[in-house]
């Protein structure tokens, strides 16, 4: 079995910064894509950063600047460092990663529990 555990939320000002993290863990493969999503209430679970295995970004227009991805692929973590944090960037976040896991044939796409971010003054 595999298992995302993220860590890390909270609640700050706006202007604040969080760090979010992210373990994967089981028996695992490899570990290509890994990334992290958040759901503000009401609203459709959207990309917020995105890294690949080699470290190629890909980041949301509404975070570039702001939020940096990175992960260590000995560890097998992803982490999201966020600054000059928004009312906006308020949502609970979720780390994802694509993983071969032991017995699979193919990579497939899991998810963390989810952790809350709040932004509020």
């Known amino acids: 079995q595999v298992h995302l555990v993220e860590s890390g939320g909270g609640s700050v000002q706006p202007g604040g910064s969080l760090r979010l993290s992210c373990a994967a863990s089981?028996?695992?493969?490899?570990?290509?894509?890994m990334g992290w999503y958040r759901q503000a209430l009401g609203k459709q679970r959207e990309l917020v950063a995105t890294?690949?295995?080699?470290?190629?970004?890909n980041y949301a227009d509404s975070v570039k600047g702001r939020f940096t991805i990175s992960r260590d692929n000995a560890k097998k973590m992803v982490s999201l460092q966020m600054n000059s944090l928004k009312p906006e960037d308020t949502a609970v976040y979720y780390c994802?990663?694509?993983?071969?896991?032991?017995?699979?044939?193919?990579?497939?796409?899991?998810w963390g529990q989810g952790t809350q971010v709040t932004v509020s003054s």
């Open positions: 089981g028996t695992i493969i490899n570990i290509d894509a």
């Open positions: 994802y990663a694509d993983i071969m896991a032991v017995g699979s044939w193919r990579n497939r796409g899991y």
């Open positions: 890294i690949s295995k080699s470290g190629s970004t």
